[in-house]
């Protein structure tokens, strides 16, 4: 298992985390496999999405701050609960086909690690998975 360390500095943020991911598999020497990807806060998440045009980025934070904003009450007390519904929806892990020592991502996909309750420093795990060789 290999670990990135990932920056906020925003109580809310995606960071393009694509580029360190990539650069995981392409050392692993894995040319077929799936690439799990997991974050172990309960106030972020990641996801894939858009990673050509800024705007849809733009677009998926303010849809999250106008969705479940801060300012709702809730009984969490840590005025944080806003940022635990986030994740939820956004989900804490994702797992993606490895194929010729790449990531297997459509053109225009990137991932991104979505901080909802920062500025903090935050970890993420990949776990590299060797495919059954087919030979």
Same mark, same amino acid.
């Given at each position: ?8 500095? *925003?109580?809310? %943020?995606?960071?393009?985390? +694509? &580029?360190?991911? %990539? %650069?995981?598999?392409?050392?692993? @020497?894995?040319? $077929? !496999? ?15 999405? %858009?990673?050509? $045009?800024? $705007? ?5 934070? !303010? ?11 809730? *009984?969490? &007390? ?7 519904? *986030? ?12 194929? @010729?020592?790449?990531?297997?991502? @459509? +053109? ?9 309750? !920062? ?10 998975? *060797? ?5």
């Amino acid at each position: 298992m290999k670990m990135i360390n990932v920056n906020t500095h *925003k109580r809310q %943020e995606f960071v393009d985390i +694509t &580029r360190e991911i %990539e %650069e995981i598999v392409v050392s692993s @020497g894995v040319k $077929d !496999g799936a690439c799990l990807i997991y974050v172990p806060h309960t106030t972020a998440g990641v996801m894939i999405n %858009e990673n050509a $045009d800024p $705007d849809v980025i733009y677009d998926v934070d !303010g849809f999250f701050k106008d969705m479940v904003p801060q300012s709702l009450h809730f *009984k969490h &007390r840590e005025g944080n609960s806003d940022a635990h519904i *986030k994740s939820g929806l956004i989900g804490t892990s994702l797992m993606v086909p490895i194929s @010729g020592g790449g990531l297997a991502l @459509g +053109t225009w996909q990137g991932i991104y690690f979505a901080e909802f309750d !920062g500025p903090r420093h935050r970890n993420v795990y990949i776990t590299i998975l *060797k495919g059954i060789d087919n030979d």
